[in-house]
């Protein structure tokens, strides 16, 4: 089955503290990452992807293929992170399908 | 400038009545799409196409229906609204090919009551 899980629907931190959001998909075949966010009144727009392995607005991704895991980090959190992170798995087929999970919605307090 | 857009923003209706949520695109895009997401929850894929004339069902079954005669324009129908189909509805549009980015439309919120 094809599957994208994030257990946390909230993750709530301090300015400054470090964030990991968790990401595990299921997949048999070579899977493609990617994270999503949704600020405040924004569109879904792409974050990062784990081909590219570059670091955007300071979160990185690691795909970990033994774990199935594709958690997102930030070593220190600013306020206007806040917002709505979703994990994506792309999966092959005749057209770009996308897997979404149910994401978690990031509070950074000062 | 090359953008997605979906109107309305919010639709009020009552039950029985049609409606089509419109999505346009500038961006040169072949492959557009439909999203359906309840609040918490995952977005689900209900339609997708890949060009003018091609249109597929997604894996959520969905009462409806889409059509694409313009490369541009990708509307979403349902024939007699009810209060189930309260949702919503997330246009998205991209190149061919597996994991090019998506880019989305600003949604439409759909409340039947």
């Known amino acids: 089955a094809q599957r994208v899980t994030q257990p946390e629907k909230l993750l709530s931190v301090f300015k400054g503290a470090p964030v990991e959001l968790k990401c595990n998909y299921s997949?048999?075949?070579?899977?493609?990452l990617f994270w999503y966010v949704q600020y405040s009144r924004q569109r879904l727009q792409l974050l990062l992807r784990?081909?590219s392995r570059e670091s955007i607005k300071g979160f990185t991704a690691d795909l970990n293929k033994g774990e199935t895991s594709f958690h997102l980090k930030k070593p220190f959190a600013q306020e206007e992170d806040s917002a709505m992170y979703y994990c994506?798995?792309?999966?092959?087929?005749?057209?770009?399908?996308?897997?979404f999970g149910a994401g978690t919605r990031l509070a950074v307090h000062p | 400038e090359a953008d997605i857009y979906q109107t309305p923003r919010y639709l009020v209706i009552g039950t029985g009545k049609k409606i089509t949520l419109e999505c346009s695109q500038t961006m040169g895009h072949d492959k557009m799409y439909w999203y359906q997401q309840d609040p918490g929850m995952e977005l689900h894929l209900i339609h997708y196409?890949?060009?003018?004339?091609?249109?597929e069902k997604g894996d959520l079954s969905s009462e409806s229906t889409v059509s694409r005669i313009r490369t541009e324009h990708f509307p979403l129908t349902l024939e007699s609204a009810r209060p189930s189909h309260t949702s919503q509805y997330l246009c998205?549009?991209?190149?061919?090919?597996?994991?090019?980015?998506?880019?989305f439309g600003q949604g439409t919120r759909l409340t039947v009551v």
């Open positions: 997949y048999s075949g070579s899977p493609e």
């Open positions: 784990h081909i």
């Open positions: 196409s890949y060009g003018v004339n091609s249109t």
């Open positions: 994506a798995l792309s999966v092959e087929s005749g057209y770009n399908k996308l897997i």
């Open positions: 998205a549009s991209s190149y061919t090919g597996r994991g090019t980015e998506a880019f």
